[in-house]
């Protein structure tokens, strides 16, 4: 992820913002030292704290993690003063909605960079379509689609017997799966007008937020 940054120049000088970082792509990012500065904020103070502690033992101070819940509004130091914003958001149409135009109300203008994951499996093409259409809504444009970018290594008991019970009742035995059969695509979308985020301020979030008939 980080080296596709770099390859379409949203790196190097540049200021990143991450909403959401469970995988910890900023710290990898600063390895590089290229970027001007770099922004967390996370729900997560587990996170936040470790990202803090890491910047500090290894003198970063273009590293720094914040506590943002994304129901909340966008902190006014952050609207317009980044280059490029990541995030991983729900894939539902309400959840996703308001993860990017979190991000879109972050960013400074035309030529700012979004990415973000979005899987096959809680995203039908009729779902990509509608949030496709989001995005030029906002203000972007769609650069890269890049199928099984993310590989996510989920346990048996967690991935299947909780979420699909029909396998374990069919008539077939199955066993675990041997190979990462989870994975989700990278999408990286560029500004070309505004952004013109749909969701401001504080938002209330309720079951439709998090579930839908696919995530």
């Known amino acids: 992820r980080v080296m596709l940054m770099y390859l379409r120049s949203d790196l190097e000088k540049q200021d990143l913002l991450f909403i959401g970082d469970d995988d910890l792509t900023s710290i990898a990012a600063a390895l590089t030292g290229l970027p001007r500065r770099i922004l967390v904020l996370e729900i997560d103070t587990r996170l936040v704290d470790f ?18 819940d994304v129901c909340q509004p966008l902190p006014r130091d952050v609207a317009g003063a ?3 914003a990541c995030t991983d958001p729900v894939e539902t149409l309400p959840g996703i909605t308001l993860f990017l135009s979190r991000c879109a109300e972050a960013l400074r203008g035309p030529e700012a960079a979004l990415y973000f994951g979005l899987t096959t499996l809680e995203a039908s093409p009729q779902k990509r379509y509608q949030i496709q259409n989001i995005l030029l809504e906002m203000g972007f444009v769609l650069t890269d689609i890049i199928a099984g970018f993310h590989t996510y290594l989920l346990g048996w008991e967690e991935s299947i017997t909780r979420n699909f019970p029909l396998l374990q009742q069919g008539p077939l035995a199955l066993n675990p799966p041997t190979a990462p059969w989870y994975t989700s695509s990278l999408v990286r979308g560029e500004v070309v007008s505004g952004p013109h985020p749909k969701e401001r301020g504080a938002a209330i979030l309720d079951r439709t937020f998090y579930f839908d008939e696919e995530a």
């Open 51 to 68: 990202i803090n502690e890491t910047a500090r033992e290894r003198n970063w101070p273009h590293l720094h993690a914040r506590t943002f």
């Open 82 to 84: 980044f280059t490029t």
